[in-house]
C-alpha cells in the first residue's frame, strides 16, 4: 500500500506544492498530486507548477497579506526544485525546413 509520502516523492511533489494546485486549481488534495504528477511529465510542467505558485502568492498579496511570506518562500522553493527555463506561453517556433529553405 502507497501511503501520502509515497505518493509525494512519485510525483516529485512537495505537499505544500500540491496545496497551492488544489488551491488554483479548485480541487481536492489527491487530484491536484496527480494533476501535479501529470504536469511534471510535459516539458513545460515545472514552469506550471511555479506559476500557481506565483499566482497564489500574488492573490495572498492583495487579499491575505498574512499569508504572503509563507507563499513567498514556498514561491523561492519551488523555483529551486523545478528550475526549467522553459515557457509555455511562449509561442512555438517553426522547425527549420529539411532542405535549408
Known amino acids: 500500500m502507497l501511503t501520502m509520502l509515497d505518493c509525494l516523492g512519485i510525483a516529485n511533489l ?15 488534495f489527491m487530484t491536484a498530486l496527480e494533476k501535479g504528477a501529470s504536469l ?6 515545472d514552469a506550471a507548477v511555479r506559476q500557481m ?6 492573490d495572498a498579496n492583495q487579499h491575505r497579506p498574512a499569508q504572503v ?8 522553493d519551488t523555483c529551486a526544485r523545478h528550475p526549467s527555463a522553459f515557457d509555455r506561453r511562449a509561442p512555438a517556433r517553426a522547425a527549420p525546413l529539411q532542405d535549408g529553405r
Not at 505558485?53 to 500574488?58: E, M, R, T
Open 53 to 58: 505558485v506565483w499566482d497564489n502568492l500574488c
Open 69 to 76: 511570506p509563507d507563499l513567498m518562500m514556498l514561491y523561492h
Open 40 to 45: 511534471l511529465d510535459h516539458p513545460w510542467g
Open 14 to 28: 512537495d505537499a505544500e506544492e500540491v496545496t497551492q494546485i488544489a488551491k488554483h486549481e479548485h480541487l481536492p
